[in-house]
């Protein structure tokens, strides 16, 4: 190819911001347009806020397009107009009709942050995490029409760690997946990197969080406690009610750590002057960091000493 390919990205989430970044970077390639969803509202005075991969393209000097939809006829004419060698996808938020997916020559690409055939879908970090994966990482993947269904060019590993959340896995996944892209680019292009099916064992669904994700259900195992409150850290973030003094407030929980103790689901077990450990389904979880609501942050002895606490639900 004797010109550098013309390749169009599709984004709309920080993670895609982030890869696309590490695609402008990298003069091998002409990134000629970055599509992203439309820019919505957001703040208390619900101002339109740009999307993290608008921004990342306007910081670059990368036209952008954000269709309503992706399967829109102006946009998919206006797409056919740049005839694109490449179109590269990460966190875009929707599925791509096949007439899109015709249109590069050497068809998409998606950055999906999973280890597939495992955690289609929308939430694959946060589900691993949750699930207690020793690892999980990103694959580069051929799309078609399906669900995160297309053929494999290549993955990176990465560990899961005991101190990852939510926040830390996607950052680091995101770092791993513009490096995998620009690193597989080349051979990829050249045709010495054939994708190859996604074999049939081992599918998974990673479905869509919702905030009711986040409550802490107290009869559950501490292990799985600690997970969910790690994997749903920033968003939803875990919560749960705490019940003294004739009063219940909504408490989030930022911090928690699995510790020794039994007693019935929810009830504060005696751990000492300043420590906050509170029983589960099996064991127990200490709590670390804690916020009211309307309140700040604040450790457990702080807690304790302005919240009469009885019990949590």
Known sequence: MSESPRVVFMGTADLAATVLRRLAADPRWSV????SQPDRPKGRDLALQPTPVKQAALEAGIPVDQPAKARDPGFLDRLRSLSPDLLVVAA???LLPQALLDIPRHGCLNVHTSLLPAYRGAAP???ALADGLA???VTLMRMDAGLDTGPIVTTAITPIRDDDTGQTLHDRLADLGGDLLVRSLPEYLAGRLPPRPQPPEGVSLARKITKEDGRV???RPAAELWRRIRAFTPWPGAFCHAEGGGKTRLVKIHDAVPCEGAGRPGERLDAGKGRLVVACGT???????LQPEGGRRMDAAAFLAGHPLERFS
Do not use: P
């Open 32 to 35: 000629v347009l970055a599509v």
């Open 92 to 94: 875009y938020g929707q």
């Open 125 to 127: 970090i946060q589900w």
């Open 135 to 137: 690892e999980t990482g």
């Open 217 to 219: 259900v107290w009869d």
């Open 283 to 289: 064991g127990a979880l200490e709590l670390r960091l």
